[in-house]
């Protein structure tokens, strides 16, 4: 049983003046870099230990917007609401032959999954891609297909590192009604992903129960699965993960401030240890971690680390 913290960091507040600052021309860019490296090492003693740690994604922005520079002729576009949060992301807007320039992949990933070389590509790392569902809810221009495979070509780099896990992010299920072609294209997304590498694969859902979407979602062929369990009951879950899988079990809150206790998180672990093996167990926020702030984000794993 581990800390796993897929998806996005929340930034600190001295990155974050960093980064107003770049954009008003009061500081180099070399500076703003200086600080988001300071954050990303700070994320690194944070999960000091941890089998595999997350490099933060700080250089973001969301999870779409890296992609306009892997696809020639993708523009960025305006500003969308991430679902039912007070945060946005910028929509891409497609070109009809959009595909993903194999030459740029390997600068891609140094800079945006790597930290630009502050993490090593042999070291134990998670990286976090979105699903086709949530890519296409904030792109225009092509249909789901077409989506998934410009996914596949740009995680084939991230898979074939060693000692790495691959989480796809998909926080639709439970809100969006997905036909059966959808159905269809999600499960063979994660099916050539899979054929490409061992490298674990984890479809991680959040905010919403997943109600009728419960079966579909747990039929996928994922290795792992990740849960809110603010919005759905532990009892539920642990009956309906597949034998053999592992739970990326959503047990810090990552819609309130309120740092949970040691002794809370304990409760939480007992009962997760009573309903599958210690190594099919990892626990994660229940959402994008980076919609708390930094210190509280820091609280929050601090006390999930004590809890262990």
Request: aromatic content about 10%; proline content about 7%.
């Amino acid at each position: 049983m581990e800390v796993l913290l897929p998806g996005i960091m929340p930034r600190s507040e001295g990155l974050v003046r960093a980064t107003r600052d770049f954009e008003r021309g009061r500081i180099l860019r070399r500076e703003l870099e200086e600080v988001r490296r300071a954050d990303a090492e700070g994320l690194r003693r944070l999960q000091d230990g941890l089998p595999y740690v997350s490099p933060g994604l700080l250089a973001w922005g969301d999870l779409l917007r890296p992609f306009a520079e892997i696809i020639p002729g993708c523009a960025v576009g305006g500003l969308a609401r991430f679902f039912e949060t007070n945060t946005f992301w910028r929509t891409l807007d497609l070109p009809p032959d959009a595909a993903v320039e194999g030459s740029r992949l390997d600068d891609w990933v140094r800079r945006y999954f790597l930290a630009d070389g502050l993490f090593k590509k042999e070291e134990g790392l998670v990286f976090t891609l979105p699903f086709p569902f949530v890519f296409r809810d904030y792109s225009r221009g092509l249909g789901l297909q077409r989506i998934a495979e410009i996914l596949a070509d740009a995680a084939e780099p991230l898979v074939k590192l060693p000692n790495k896990v691959l989480c796809l992010f998909e926080p639709g299920f439970g809100y969006r009604n997905f036909s059966g072609e959808d159905r269809r294209v999600g499960a063979g997304f994660i099916e050539r992903l899979k054929a490409m590498s061992p490298t674990p694969i984890y479809l991680v859902s959040a905010f919403f129960p997943l109600g009728g979407d419960g079966e579909y979602f747990f039929s996928l062929p994922a290795d792992g699965f990740g849960v809110d369990l603010y919005a759905n009951t532990l009892d539920d879950v642990l009956g309906s993960l597949p034998e053999g899988k592992a739970l990326l079990a959503g047990v810090l809150s990552t819609g309130s401030t309120l740092v949970e206790s040691p002794d809370v998180l304990r409760g939480v672990r007992s009962r997760l240890r009573g309903g599958l093996p210690e190594d099919k167990i990892h626990l994660t926020p229940n959402g994008p971690a980076e919609l708390l702030p930094r210190a509280v984000l820091e609280a929050k794993v601090a006390n999930l680390r004590e809890s262990l």
